[in-house]
């Protein structure tokens, strides 16, 4: 009988944990989003890119939350393992930071306003 960690483990396999090779946490809730339809819009494109990643290796893990403790200029959108937070996430920007930098490994500069982790001046490994 597999145990309680062997259960999840597996559910991880299943969702393609292992492969993924980033992590996106996002934030558009209305406290620092002007526009609720521009972060919904953002969200819907990152989710959805991070679903079809999984498929692939080197996809990446989109997981939206509630606050990302700044609460201004949203929709604010965190990216490990470089430690890379953006600005301003809208539909456009959530194009260029998928195109640009999950799947082309290059930071989206112009959006970015901190940076955090091991290899904060990079942003590559
Ligand atoms: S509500 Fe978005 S960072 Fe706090």
């Known amino acids: 009988?597999?145990?309680?960690?062997?259960?999840?483990t597996r559910k991880a396999?299943?969702?393609g944990i292992p492969?993924?090779?980033h992590h996106v946490f996002f934030c558009g809730s209305s406290s620092c989003c002007k526009n609720k339809d521009e972060a919904k819009a953002a969200a819907k494109k990152l989710g959805k890119a991070a679903k079809q990643s999984r498929d692939e290796e080197g996809g990446f893990e989109f997981t939206p939350?509630?606050?990302l403790n700044l609460c201004t200029q949203?929709?604010?959108a965190v990216v490990y393992p470089e430690g890379v937070?953006?600005?301003?996430?809208?539909?456009?920007?959530?194009?260029?930071i998928i195109e640009q930098h999950l799947k082309g490994g290059q930071v989206?500069?112009?959006l970015v306003f901190a940076r955090s982790g091991a290899n904060p001046t990079t942003?590559?490994?």
């Open 74 to 76: 949203g929709p604010l």
């Open 108 to 110: 989206v500069e112009e």
């Open 1 to 8: 009988m597999p145990t309680e960690l062997q259960k999840i």
């Open 85 to 96: 937070w953006y600005a301003h996430v809208d539909e456009e920007a959530a194009e260029k």
């Open 19 to 21: 492969s993924i090779t």
């Open 65 to 67: 939350v509630e606050c």
């Open 123 to 125: 942003g590559k490994d």
């Open 13 to 15: 396999e299943k969702r």
